[in-house]
Every structure is written in structure tokens, then in C-alpha cells.
């Protein structure tokens, strides 16, 4: 619904310039209390949220980092971990706010102690799944960058606008929802797929992992239908499953090139070395040569960057289509 600022009579052209000056005015007001101008000092005991908050434009406000962190400026000075909390390293950055993924862990109690003493925000998540991520990231967004006044409309004539129009603003996810959307004919030649991290022994990802939840919404099936979300399987294993295809996650070391295009494919003879001893299983996988390694440095990673990780999955499949068509 609309809000109206007269009713009953129309106000003159002085009286509606004024009022609509002073609407203008509070929402300005408004606008500049939701997200105030205030020097942030972040401190962030996740690798994952350290790339989101990076994504939105807040790297340069983080002044401490996870010290398995690989994404952000090696200039930051490393605070620990979620299990290991360098203490003094943490009151020498001195953070306004502490960043903390909460899925195996609890938040430290020492930890809880000193951020109400000092005076410390504590922001804490799960990313378990994809809408974990998603959730989060537009919630990093709604309290570090908040709606702009220019994201509503006033009616010059009735000074009517409506409040909800701030909900129409695109939200960071929309991003990852594009990513992760059903593929169409694309996923279908990769039947069944396998997704490992590791390959001896073979560990794999199987139902509820965001990753499996990921090849999901792009339309393929994964070859685990039962058991958590990380298994540890034998070559047995994997020819009882005989997987149509086999996604290798293995992440590189972060450069450059990283930011420009997509990477060269891999021969056939280079993913024989990397994969070992399934190479040779009695397979389909191995049979159509459906396998691929997907290199991305933040492939394993629950963050905003999965967005890019699902585009290099969607090449593989659209090359594997490609290969497979008549």
C-alpha cells in the first residue's frame, strides 16, 4: 500500500514542493541511519566468509583472517583459526566485529568473554547448504551495504511511494541462483555422477553436501543416494555405483588467470595421472571418458565463489554434451 503525505485536498505547489523536499529529506535520514558511515574492523574466522565479504567490497576493512585463508591479501595479518584463536594477535588488530562460521564448532567461550568486554560484534553462520550461502551472503549485504534512497520511486504528483519497493532491489544470491539453475538437455548425457575431493583413498560427497545439492538444481543425478555428505569409498565401492561420470574437485593454488575466462580442459592423459588407479576401473565413466577435474582454488569452499565453480561445471557438461551429440 501507498503513503499518502496529504489527504482530503490537494496542497499547493509551494506546500507540495515543501513536503516533497521533506519526504525526500527522511528518506535520505533513513537511508544514512540503516547502513551508518562507521569504520569497520573485521575480523573473520572463516575462509568462506572472508571471499563474501571480499565479493561485496569490504577486503579492505578486514584487518584479520583464518589461517587456512588462500582468497584475501596475504598483507592481513592472521588471527587463527575457529579452533584456535590467536588471542593477542586478536586484540592487537583490535576488530570492531568477528566473523565466525558455527557448522562443527561452537563459538570459543573465551572468545564470547572477550568480544563483551571489548566491546565486539560477533557474526555468526552455518553454510551447510546452498541456501545456507545464499542466506548468508544477502544477509552480509542487507546490514553492510542496506537499500539506497534512489531504489524508491515518488510520485511527483500524489508524493506516493511504496515502501516494499526496496525489496525489488537484486540481491547479491540472484548471482548464485543463476549459476545453480537447471541446465535443460545439457546435464542429461551425465547420467549418474560421482563427485570425489580425494582419490586415494576416494572420498566423496554424497547427499545434503552443498556440492551434491549444487549438480542437483543443474539437473544431474548424483550417484550417492544414501549416507551423510562425506563417505570414504573403495575401488569395490565405486564399480558397484558405476557412475555415468566423475566430477574430481581439486583445487589449485590461486593466481591471476584465475579472473580471466575459463580454463583449458584437461587430456585425457592428465586426468589418468591425477585420478590414479580409477582410470582402469570397469566403469562408464571410464568407458565414455566422462571425467573431469575441476581446478577452481576455492572449489571446496561454501562462499560466493561457488557461482564460478558452477559456471566451469556447466562448461563441462555442455562440452560432454557437445561430444555425445550425433
Known sequence: MGLFVAAGCKPSSNTQSTEKQSQQETLETADADSVAEVEHRFAVFSPAIGVMLRDLGYEDSIVGRHNFDIALSNSIPIVGSHIDVDYEM????????IFFEINASEIPPRLSSLAEQQGWTIWSYKLE??????????????????????????????LEFDPNARFNTELPSAKLVESWSPMGSSANGAGKMLLIASVDPPGAMGPGSFHAQMIERLGVSSAISEGGMWQELDYEDIVHLNPDSILVFSPRQPNESDLIGEPEPMSWDEISNQIGGISELPISAVESKQIAVVEHPLGLLPSSSLAQVADQIAEILHRWHNNSAP
Open 90 to 97: 586478536l586484540l592487537t588488530v583490535k576488530p570492531t566485529d
Open 129 to 158: 547448504s546452498l541456501d545456507d550461502i545464499a542466506t548468508t551472503l544477502d544477509d552480509l549485504y542487507l546490514k553492510l551495504v542496506g537499500f539506497k534512497s534512489s531504489d524508491i520511486e515518488i510520485d511527483p504528483l500524489t
